[in-house]
């Protein structure tokens, strides 16, 4: 390769990784898979060895190079915290040969011929690093750039293996007074199933993988949302601590110390000495692994010694003493028959491929992900190829690459279409923005998309009023817009087939019903950008209406630079009046009023308590009561004078929790909140 052109691919290579890290650490939307992108930096790192003057002009141009740094996963809406003790990612393999000479590059630095390793599985999810000091939680910071994370303390407090408190070990070593324990955040393979079957009944795009889902979801603004998904942690490696003393000698008694603390550590280690015994422990794991709850996709190897590991010392980005291996992913190979185009709920074009179905990964394949239009172009895919698809988190299939040898001549590039396929309106691309979007409010997929989220169990919970129905009252025409679902009449409904009485008169019962259903299910259903479920409800309580609502502006939710109401912030502030200012948006609240639609606000707050018990006292809700609900524990303290609040400080007055109670019980622990049950909750109501 002559000078030139490598310098021409060196750019190229680290713009192109610097997109990718944009998706994957940033956004938790990566479009290419570990590999893929491994290959990339692969690649970077030779030719900045094969041309080091082309190197060193290029980081003095346009910073460190991709190779030399880690991934920065900070965000903005979080605070910055900075690490006691460097945060460091891990050099990494695909190869057996390779992690022989890694042990080969140790036993030199460190003049020894026995090493002894501990191989860990390595779970696929978002780096963390917790801080307890005095054997108390305070916080909770994602790895950032190495330096500085962003600190997502309130979210992590919603995952209820995270202890907010560690147990000494009896007859052991006192607590340190800090330390820096450093983990992942993780979601189990069945709670992703579970949220994206709510997603598919709700008609939205499905998460693409665990990771994914796992990572965007602790970047929430709104611990509330976080609440809803039930994160894991695992904890594994160590940061800073203080005094030193307080740790083992090992890796692996530090993950015995780990679990005697009571954190959720590595549920499976091994010891190997030697290179034999860990490459006899890679594969080991590689074939247990389809059995643990998380997704796996390598081995961290490491060095047993802590001294050894501090001997070793590290590079810019990764520790000398550890390596990841790296299993690749199954792969299969067919014909690609057709590519179509899905229309989503917001307008975004998504292509994917129809395949010649494949054994892959324990399932047929015949269909996957081919992301959007620039990643069709990039790899060049055509209908009539012969591709490679994998499983992208061994989840969702994703076709990664084309076997070029065996194109045949007819094959021509693919045209991704100027127009919707739907409604044949010219598509746009949003400035920032990848993907194509089709404008056309009015298109008949956006239209389905939208109904069906509204009626969904999510929003106002309309029975019978599924796909299949939505469908085929747009090809109707009956349903063009949320509105008409209170249009729909019943002579209509009873010439959709034979002995559909019931069924009509059951939809009806259920639409007439969703007419009063909680405001927050309306304002859920509208399917604003930003606004989930938790927010809606806070929505609800501040506006108390769909016509407030639509009428509110920027100071109604930020003044001074500050949130008015409490989890909503400048992004969905913009959102809400961005939606609100589209004139379409506007007419459907207007409509709604006038076909009878009459949500119910939350319950008032009294102004007269017919009781003055708890006047004065602030009361915080947690966990399942088992005689009431928490709205109606809510009534009763405001009807006795009290206030309920959503969150514990040092002016709460009581926590009143029940069963699995989360992060406020353990706050009220930590402030020396009195925490009460529902007995006695009640006998302070008796007086």
Not at 155 to 170: E, F, Q
Not at 196 to 217: D, F, I, S, V
Not at 311 to 336: I, Q, V
Request: charged share 25%.
């Amino acid at each position: 390769m002559t000078p030139d052109a490598a310098q021409s691919r060196l750019a190229e290579l680290r713009a192109t990784i610097a997109r990718h890290d944009e998706l994957y650490y940033r956004r938790a939307e990566p479009e290419i898979s570990d590999s893929e992108y491994d290959r990339l930096k692969r690649e970077l790192a030779d030719l900045e060895t094969r041309f080091p003057e082309l190197a060193v002009a290029a980081s003095a141009l346009d910073g460190e190079s991709p190779t030399a740094r880690v991934g920065d996963d900070r965000t903005e809406g979080f605070a910055t915290y900075r690490h006691r003790q460097r945060m460091m990612s891990l050099d990494n393999t695909y190869s057996p040969d390779e992690l022989r000479e890694f042990h080969e590059r140790l036993a030199k630095l460190l003049d020894r011929e026995e090493l002894t390793y501990v191989v860990e599985p390595k779970i696929d999810g978002l780096a963390v690093s917790v801080t307890y000091e005095h054997g108390k939680l305070v916080r909770a910071v994602t790895r950032g750039n190495g330096i500085e994370g962003d600190d997502i303390t309130a979210n992590a407090l919603t995952i209820r293996a995270l202890p907010r408190k560690l147990h000494p070990v009896p007859g052991g070593a006192p607590l340190p007074d800090i330390v820096e324990i450093r983990g992942e955040i993780f979601m189990t393979l069945a709670e992703f199933e579970r949220i994206n079957k709510l997603r598919e009944e709700a008609a939205e795009p499905l998460y693409a993988n665990p990771r994914n889902l796992a990572a965007g979801t602790v970047k929430q603004l709104d611990s509330r949302e976080v609440a809803q998904r039930r994160l894991e942690i695992v904890l594994y490696g160590l940061g800073y601590c203080e005094p030193a003393s307080a740790l083992p000698a090992t890796q692996s008694a530090w993950h015995e110390l780990v679990r005697a603390w009571g954190l959720p550590a590595v549920e499976k280690y091994w010891i190997a000495r030697g290179p034999d015994e860990v490459w006899a422990a890679v594969q080991e794991l590689d074939r247990l692994r389809d059995a643990f709850s998380y997704a796996t996709d390598g081995a961290v190897v490491k060095l047993d010694s802590l001294p050894l590991q501090r001997e070793a010392g590290a590079t810019s980005k990764a520790p000398r003493w550890a390596m990841a291996y790296k299993f690749a992913a199954e792969r299969a190979e067919t014909l690609l028959r057709a590519i179509t185009i899905q229309v989503g709920r917001t307008g975004v074009l998504t292509p994917v491929a129809e395949l010649e179905p494949v054994h892959l990964s324990g399932s047929t394949v015949s269909r996957a992900t081919l992301h959007n239009r620039d990643e069709l172009a990039r790899k060049d895919i055509r209908v009539g190829d012969y591709v490679y698809v994998e499983k992208a988190g061994e989840i969702i299939p994703a076709v990664v690459a084309v076997n070029l040898s065996r194109r045949a001549p007819a094959c021509v590039p693919y045209v991704f279409p100027a127009a919707c396929p739907v409604c044949s309106t010219p598509v746009v691309q949003i400035e920032g923005e990848v993907a194509l979007r089709c404008p056309n409010y009015d298109c008949p997929v956006q239209i389905r998309r939208r109904a069906q989220h509204f009626a969904s169990k999510a929003c106002v919970d309309i029975d019978g009023l599924g796909i299949a129905m939505v469908d085929t009252l747009v090809e109707r025409g009956w349903l063009r817009g949320i509105p008409d679902i209170y249009r729909l009449r019943r002579e209509d409904l009873l010439t959709l087939g034979k002995s559909v009485e019931k069924s009509t008169d059951n939809l009806l019962a259920a639409i007439e019903a969703s007419k009063a259903a909680e405001l927050w299910r309306f304002i859920h259903g509208l399917g604003i950008t930003h606004v989930g479920a938790a927010s809606a409800k806070d929505l609800a309580q501040k506006f108390r209406s769909l016509e407030a609502l639509a009428d509110a502006r920027y100071e109604d939710f930020i003044a001074d630079k500050k949130s008015v109401i409490e989890g909503i912030g400048e992004t969905m502030a913009l959102a809400l009046i961005e939606h609100f200012n589209d004139p379409r948006n506007r007419a459907v609240i207007t409509e709604l009023a006038a076909l009878g639609v009459s949500p119910a606000p939350p319950p008032e707050k009294s102004t007269e308590p017919a009781s003055l018990l708890l006047a004065g006292k602030t009361f915080v809700l947690t966990g399942t009561l088992p005689g009431m609900t928490r709205d109606e524990a809510a009534a009763k303290i405001e009807a006795a004078g009290g206030k309920v609040s959503g969150s514990v400080s040092k002016k709460t007055s009581y926590v009143l929790a029940g069963a699995e109670a989360g992060s406020k019980l353990a706050k009220a622990e930590s402030l020396g909140v009195p925490v009460i049950d529902e007995a006695a909750f009640l006998r302070m109501l008796a007086g």
